[in-house]
């Protein structure tokens, strides 16, 4: 099992940044493939970024791609969203999640581990 804590949300103005951390408990953290989801009011949990276990391959969804970047660093048990160029409407609640497959999965219920969420709110 592993456990997530995710931190770094708050308020920033549109065109700023934020970077998110999600620090995991337990020895096998390069086991798993990480995601970023969000999940804005009204709206259902969407896929953001996610990571593979080496950290060698990436994927974004394209509201974010070019903004946003994630990266890990195994030796730390830490997962990063470095959030760039901010918009109104990137205002949600930052899930990470981790699963125990390879492959970089953009559908929630593939991931089988979630944090408690960081808020981001930006204002316009």
């Known amino acids: 099992q592993v456990q997530l804590v995710e931190s770094g949300g708050g308020l920033v103005q549109a065109g700023g940044s934020l970077r998110l951390s999600c620090a995991a408990s337990g020895r096998t953290f390069s086991s798993y493939t990480m995601g970023w989801f969000r999940q804005a009011p009204g709206k259902e949990r969407e896929f953001v970024a996610g990571?593979?276990?080496?950290?060698?391959?990436?994927y974004y969804a394209d509201s974010v791609k070019g903004r946003f970047t994630i990266s890990r660093d195994n030796a730390k048990n830490t997962v990063y969203l470095q959030m760039n160029g901010l918009k109104p409407e990137d205002t949600a609640v930052y899930y990470c999640a981790a699963r125990s497959g390879k492959a970089i999965m953009i559908g929630a219920d593939s991931y089988d581990y979630w944090g408690q969420g960081t808020q981001v709110t930006v204002s316009s």
């Open positions: 990571i593979s276990q080496s950290g060698g391959r990436t």
